[in-house]
């Protein structure tokens, strides 16, 4: 079967993204998957970006040499770079673990049938062309008795404090570009149904969230996004759309007024899904 057209990565690889993304773990990103994971599994990581969360898994699948394996698969050489760069940065090699790092298309997997105990995506269905096959081609590779394991954000269930028209238009103009890739922001909301249409049967489904409250993470995330909305890969696509430049610096001021808020609350809710194959 031919694989669909890849949809565009709507965040691309700036470093206020990457800065982002690096504040991720294991715990705080894959706290659903945790209690199934043992040593000696061979763990497939789909999107693994910085590889923040790819190490906290390695560190429990394969904990020292001769035990289990990680394979960490980005879509772009560009991304792997940063797992890469954020592996040998934990350390991952001096501990006994080796990963091994592809480049590939979550659609068609260039990986035989049954290859993993374990296969795990973090925010990647909610940026790939058909979800179901996706699931599918994840499916495929984990071996009977082994799981599927995947969290993604879903937008439109987003909330904050203090009001702010401001980050209303951040979230209508970011729905409208990620569409407009080939994208569903809302995709934890949907998880269920994308794995229930590639064909599992035993599912267990469930959501978390992330707050951004205190300080330090209302400077991470608000700081983070007034950079991306002017200076990222959306900024790019925003503005040859037809956005303002205008319009964008006062949404990311908004960021930065809701950031310096002793008030201000983000909470982003996520779907989950454990398939057991």
Not at 4 to 25: D, K, L, W
Not at 33 to 57: C, F, W
Not at 194 to 213: E, N
């Amino acid at each position: 079967m031919t694989a669909p057209t890849p949809a565009t990565y709507t965040h691309g690889y700036a470093e206020s993204v990457q800065r982002s993304y690096r504040v991720r773990t294991a715990e705080n990103s894959a706290a659903y998957l945790l209690p199934h994971l043992r040593a000696g599994q061979d763990l497939l990581d789909v999107g693994s970006g910085p590889g923040t969360i790819t190490a906290g898994l390695a560190a429990r699948v394969a904990p020292g040499p001769g035990t289990g394996s990680v394979t960490a698969l980005e879509v772009a050489e560009e991304a792997l770079a940063q797992t890469r760069a954020g592996l040998e940065a934990a350390g991952l090699g001096a501990s006994g673990v080796e990963a091994s790092l592809l480049v590939g298309d979550v659609h068609a997997l260039d990986l035989p049938d049954d290859s993993f105990d374990v296969v795990h995506a973090h925010q990647v269905l909610q940026h790939v062309a058909d979800p179901v096959a996706a699931l599918r081609e994840m499916i495929r590779v984990c071996r009977p008795g082994g799981v599927v394991a995947v969290r993604d954000a879903d937008y439109a269930s987003f909330a904050w404090f203090p009001a702010s028209p401001g980050l209303e238009e951040w979230a209508r103009l970011y729905q409208q570009a990620a569409r407009a890739n080939g994208g569903e922001p809302d995709a934890g909301r949907r998880l269920l149904s994308w794995a229930r249409a590639a064909g599992a049967t035993d599912v267990v489904a469930t959501s978390s969230t992330w707050c951004y409250a205190d300080d330090a993470a209302r400077e991470l995330w608000g700081g983070s996004w007034a950079e991306r909305i002017t200076g990222s890969a959306i900024a790019v696509q925003l503005e040859a759309s037809g956005t303002p430049r205008a319009d964008l610096e006062a949404v990311a001021q908004a960021w930065r007024d809701w950031a310096a808020s002793p008030d201000g609350w983000f909470n982003i809710v996520h779907g989950e899904v454990l398939i057991r194959v």
